[in-house]
């Protein structure tokens, strides 16, 4: 079982930066951010597989950074010029496989949200 635990959410303005930071149990479990806003469905931020290798959404491209720290035991997403479309409440998640769909993924955080504005 593994145990995820988001911080970092907050309000900023339109061009603003936030870190999000999940904590987690286990290192060896391929992780990721979803997100989901108002009235949508949960969809795939960025992942990052054990080996370090990354995936990110089109829409966050050039702007996130998913970084994983096992030393720490924490998994980052670094967001940089924050959009009105990014607002959404952002899940760290787990799974022994990698995947982008988040129906895939068997542990997840309870969120923290991000509001921008």
């Known amino acids: 079982h593994v145990q995820l635990v988001e911080s970092g959410g907050g309000s900023v303005q339109p061009g603003e930066s936030l870190r999000l930071t999940c904590t987690f149990s286990e290192t060896r479990y391929c992780m990721g951010w979803f997100r989901q806003g108002p009235r949508k469905e949960r969809e795939g931020v960025a992942v990052?597989?054990?080996?370090?290798?990354?995936i990110y959404a089109d829409s966050v491209k050039g702007r996130f950074t998913i970084h994983k720290d096992n030393a720490k035991k924490t998994l980052y997403l670094q967001m940089n010029s924050l959009k009105p479309e990014d607002t959404a409440t952002y899940f760290c998640?787990?799974?022994?496989?990698?995947?982008?769909?988040?129906?895939?993924?068997?542990?997840w955080g309870v969120g923290t949200q991000v509001t921008v504005s």
């Open positions: 998640a787990a799974e022994i496989a990698c995947a982008w769909m988040p129906v895939a993924y068997s542990y």
């Open positions: 990052i597989d054990s080996a370090g290798r990354t």
